[in-house]
């Protein structure tokens, strides 16, 4: 009787694991050097509301309009106040990437300026207890200006497991002076709960996932001379709700749902998800995608392989330090002796008559 029972609960548990709820730690989060291919898609009817414990969701018939390819790029690829600010003597302000991002209107407003504003960039912090937003840089006149967050908001606080509910909230001043006088204050509340677990089918596949919901509220106000005397206008409030996907090791959301919240009614703005190339990136060359940098890690020799011709090969530190650099004359392929180089993360920039391809590459 006794073997019986305890057989049927390791049965009972064999059954349950296969079913297990998954967690989110730091390594499903991508790092520094990172890529991740995204699709989008206009409004649908799409069920994004329904979840639970041991759900499922099926997207299987979304369809992209376009595909671009999100970069995470090192924080050693800035200007020197972009690393002094956000670099790694910078404490609790020291990056780890950047991205691109429209979260701050700031360089809409280039065409009322006598400068050029452009390339508004987000800074993140990765640890093992959080996911940060850090501040934001913007180009102005090609130079980068860093504005760090007073009040550095969490969007994930780790690890991510069912039932989690966090609240943060992110505060940034943007002063443009000397050099135009505008001024941006962003005030944001972050609502964020782990609101379902179990198994998603978008276009890439089947998995086992969490659903995360972040409610956000924001606030913000603009500094302007250029229409009259100088007032301050506050923009009309922000309320949003973002739904997300997440798997364990795809660096991002498998799914990303965001919806404007107006008198009660939520309106789908954006439908985000990984995808497999399907030849719409806009801008993109899709040959510098195949690029390889092998075998990873390594310790005395590596290999580059790409379609096409690569001129140059320059290691850069995690500071963002030339570490190496090695010439060739249009080839696609070879071997590079790396056996100088310290044991460590480096970025493998391949420079091609058509742009420069990053690869990261550990080094025994």
């Known amino acids: ?87 790694p003597f910078a404490g609790s302000y020291s990056a780890t990437y950047f991205n691109l991002t429209t979260e701050l209107p700031i360089d809409q407003l280039s065409a009322f300026l006598p400068i050029q504003i452009s390339d508004l960039s987000q800074y993140t912090k990765r640890s093992n207890s959080a996911i940060t937003s850090i501040g934001y840089s913007i180009n102005v006149q090609g130079q980068g200006v860093p504005f760090k967050s007073d009040t550095i908001e969490t969007r994930y606080s780790l690890p991510l497991t069912f039932g989690d509910v966090h609240d943060s909230r992110g505060y940034t001043y943007v002063d443009l002076n000397p050099a135009a006088d505008i001024k941006y204050i962003q005030h944001r509340q972050r609502h964020t709960e782990v609101d379902g677990w179990g198994t998603v089918t978008t276009p890439l596949g089947t998995f086992p996932a969490l659903r995360v919901r972040h409610d956000i509220n924001e606030i913000d106000s603009i500094y302007q001379t250029f229409f009259g005397t100088g007032s301050w206008i506050g923009t009309p409030p922000i309320e949003r709700t973002e739904y997300e996907w997440w798997t364990n090791g795809k660096e991002e959301y498998l799914l990303k749902v965001v919806v404007s919240n107006f008198n009660g009614n939520q309106n789908i703005s954006s439908i985000e998800y990984q995808e497999q190339y399907l030849g719409l990136d806009a801008g993109i060359d899709e040959l510098s995608l195949n690029a390889l940098v092998y075998p990873n890690p390594t310790e005395d020799l590596c290999f580059f392989e790409t379609h096409l011709a690569v001129d140059e090969v320059e290691f850069y530190n995690q500071m963002g330090e030339l570490s190496m650099k090695t010439s060739f004359n249009g080839v696609q392929s070879a071997y590079i002796d790396i056996q100088n180089l310290k044991p460590g993360v480096y970025f493998c920039h391949l420079h091609t008559n058509k742009g420069t391809i990053v690869r990261k590459l550990t080094k025994l």
């Open 1 to 87: 009787m006794l073997k019986s029972l305890l057989s049927l609960c390791f049965f009972s548990f064999l059954v349950l694991d296969g079913q297990a709820q998954i967690s989110l730690a730091v390594s499903d989060f991508a790092n520094a050097g990172d890529t991740v291919r995204l699709s989008q898609m206009q409004t649908s009817n799409l069920d994004f509301s329904s979840t639970g414990a041991n759900y499922t969701w099926d997207f299987s018939s979304l369809t992209a309009n376009t595909q671009s390819l999100k970069d995470y790029t090192p924080i050693g690829f800035g200007s020197f106040l972009i690393l002094a600010t956000y670099g």
